[in-house]
Every structure is written in structure tokens, then in C-alpha cells.
């Protein structure tokens, strides 16, 4: 199984800070004849599900702000928020879609709160 | 829009069997760029996939759950269903289903767009 490791648990930043969220996977999830990685990211608020920010590393889905950055290769991966917000108060979470056949594991999680 | 919604007992016995159906509405569960997935979270914890089945009925468990899990689909009634058996404490849990791409005919990959609400189960007596 591909252990996905993030840091920090916990996370206070002022509005309008730059908020940075890392993820380390125990093996390379770059998938190397596609040149893509295999890694997602979600937000998860209060009593919600998880809403998909982010796939491939480092493309944001349809309708996500642009202060909402991922980068990274292989097996470590960062989100970025560029100018904390209110409402990007949640946890954040990564997760590995490149094990076969399919097998997703996520990341434990980091709580994103205001300073 | 494609819309997601899990129904089933929130309250299960130990050592029997948790059964949840999640209903698909605006789109077909039949479709060839999809995975339908189960996924879980413990109250204040963090996320955890159970298993993903395709609409020809091809399944994929996580192997930690594998031996208990049994994961079904229905594309007349545009559902999947979840059957976790022997439960324990330990799976208390809001369950969640959710649309999973295919790679290389999904434009996300293997990742999961579409979430329900999610249903709370509790294991107790």
C-alpha cells in the first residue's frame, strides 16, 4: 500500500497569509510514460463531504479559486493557499490514485484554521 | 448535475451486517469513465476507501476491508450498494459514496468529483 504522509497536522494562518500544506507519499506516484502524478487534493468543511480542489498535482478543477495552487512530483507534493480566506477554513486532505488495480489511500488530514 | 444519495440503517448490532444503497441521480451509473466508491470517516478522523465497483460489476477493496466487503451495483435502478459484514465499534463511521474517474478515459483520473452527504452508522447494541 502507498502510505500518504502529511504535514502539519494542524495549521493556523492570518487572513490574507500564505497557507502551505505538504504530503509525502512512501513511493513515487509520478506515473513516468504519461509524465503525470497521480495525486489529488480535497477540502473537507464542517458536516460536508470533501470537494475535489485539485488533480494531477497541480490542476484546479472547475470553479476553484486560483489562490489554490498544488505542486510537487514523485513523492512530495504541496497545496498552496496564496491569501487565506475565511471560508478555506476545513481540513485538507491528499490522496493516491496511482496504486493498480485501483486502490486510493488518503492522507490523514490538516486542519486548516485562522490565526 | 450528478447527484449522489446514501440511504440505509443508522444504527447496526455488533457482529452483524451494515448494508447501505447509494442512489444515483443525473447521469448513468453505466457510463465507461466512472468507478463508483465507497469511502469512509470515522467521527473526528480522516478519510478511508472501502471499495469501488464498475458498472459491468468489476470490484476493487481496499485490502485491509477486503474479506468483509462486498460491493454491488444495479444499473436498472441506477444504484450501488455496500454490505460490511461482522462489524464492530471500529466501523462506526460516515459512509460516503462517490463518483471515481477511469483512468485514461476520465480528464481527473482516478479521483472522486461527485460526493453524497454522507450517512452516519453507528455500531452498538
Known amino acids: 500500500d502507498i502510505v500518504m504522509t502529511q504535514s502539519p497536522d494542524s495549521l493556523a494562518v492570518s487572513l490574507g497569509e500564505r497557507a502551505t500544506i505538504n504530503c509525502k507519499s512512501s513511493?513515487?506516484?509520478?506515473?513516468?510514460?504519461?509524465?503525470?502524478?497521480?495525486l489529488a487534493w480535497y477540502q473537507q468543511k464542517p458536516g460536508q463531504p470533501p470537494k475535489l480542489l485539485i488533480y494531477?498535482?497541480?490542476t484546479r478543477e472547475s470553479g476553484v479559486p486560483d489562490r489554490f495552487s498544488g505542486s510537487g512530483s514523485g513523492t512530495d507534493f504541496t497545496l498552496t493557499i496564496s491569501s487565506l480566506q475565511a471560508e478555506d477554513v476545513a481540513v485538507y486532505y491528499c490522496?493516491?490514485?496511482?496504486?493498480?488495480?485501483?486502490?486510493?489511500?488518503f492522507g490523514q488530514g490538516t486542519k486548516l484554521e485562522i490565526k | 448535475q450528478v447527484q449522489l444519495q446514501e440511504s440505509g440503517p443508522g444504527l447496526v448490532k455488533p457482529s452483524e451486517t451494515l448494508s447501505l444503497t447509494c442512489t444515483v441521480s443525473g447521469g448513468s451509473i453505466s457510463g465507461s469513465s466512472y468507478y463508483w466508491g465507497w469511502i469512509r470517516q470515522p467521527p473526528g478522523k480522516g478519510l478511508e476507501w472501502i471499495g469501488s465497483i464498475y458498472y459491468s460489476g468489476a470490484t476493487y477493496h481496499n485490502p485491509s476491508l477486503k474479506s468483509r466487503v462486498t460491493i454491488s451495483v444495479d444499473t436498472r435502478k441506477n444504484q450501488f450498494f455496500l454490505k460490511l459484514s461482522s462489524v464492530t465499534a471500529a466501523d462506526t463511521a460516515v459512509y460516503y459514496c462517490?463518483?471515481?474517474?477511469?483512468?485514461?478515459?476520465?480528464?481527473?483520473?482516478?479521483?472522486?468529483?461527485?460526493w453524497g452527504q454522507g450517512t452516519l452508522v453507528t455500531v452498538s447494541s
Open positions: 494531477w498535482a497541480s
Open positions: 513511493q513515487s506516484v509520478l506515473y513516468s510514460s504519461k509524465n503525470k502524478n497521480y
Open positions: 490522496q493516491q490514485y496511482y496504486s493498480t488495480p485501483p486502490g486510493y489511500t
Open positions: 462517490a463518483r471515481g474517474g477511469r483512468d485514461g478515459y476520465n480528464p481527473r483520473g482516478e479521483t472522486f468529483d461527485y
